[in-house]
């Protein structure tokens, strides 16, 4: 599979050449490549590093330093719960429990299905909603188990035909 369709490798290209700083659209290419895949490969690593003329490596340290590019394949639908200390003192640590058990896994797995990826976060930027969680960057607060249940529901459903 390609990293990028022609259109959107054109449509990128075109903004680096445009943009004064292109080392600066690292996030906005790997975003791109993302969207595609679901996920950034090596070879996704290597086409940004190429479109914003400068090394792997400091396409990769972006990489890895965001919690919201994935370096390896994931579930159509990213839970990412929130493990500060503001989530974690308003029930986070339960929420956490009651999503492993709903979902049968544990935080950096995926179910067999593809379906969810459940990962951890430091902070949503959501305290006053705590216990927060973002699911393909929708944010939901005020988590209770029953919530949790919901939500899921939801999504699966939106992922349905």
């Not at 290419?29 to 993302?34: G, S």
Request: hydrophobic share 40%.
């Amino acid at each position: 599979m390609d990293v990028l369709d022609e259109k959107t490798l054109s449509e990128l290209a075109a903004r680096v050449r445009a943009y004064p700083y292109p080392r600066e659209m690292v996030v906005d290419v790997l975003r791109a490549i993302q969207e595609r895949r679901g996920w950034v490969s090596d070879e996704g690593v290597e086409l940004a590093a190429q479109l914003l003329r400068i090394s792997p490596l400091e396409v990769e340290e972006v990489a890895t330093f965001y919690d919201k590019i994935y370096r390896r394949p994931v579930g159509r639908k990213v839970i990412h719960l929130c493990d500060s200390v503001c989530c974690f003192s308003r029930g986070g640590e339960d929420i956490l429990k009651h999503l492993e058990k709903r979902l049968q896994i544990t935080l950096g797995q995926t179910t067999p299905d593809g379906m969810f990826t459940l990962l951890p976060t430091c902070c949503l930027g959501a305290c006053g909603q705590a216990p927060a969680m973002s699911v393909n960057l929708r944010l939901y607060g005020h988590l209770t188990p029953e919530a949790v249940d919901r939500i899921l529901e939801e999504e699966r459903r939106e992922v349905s035909p």
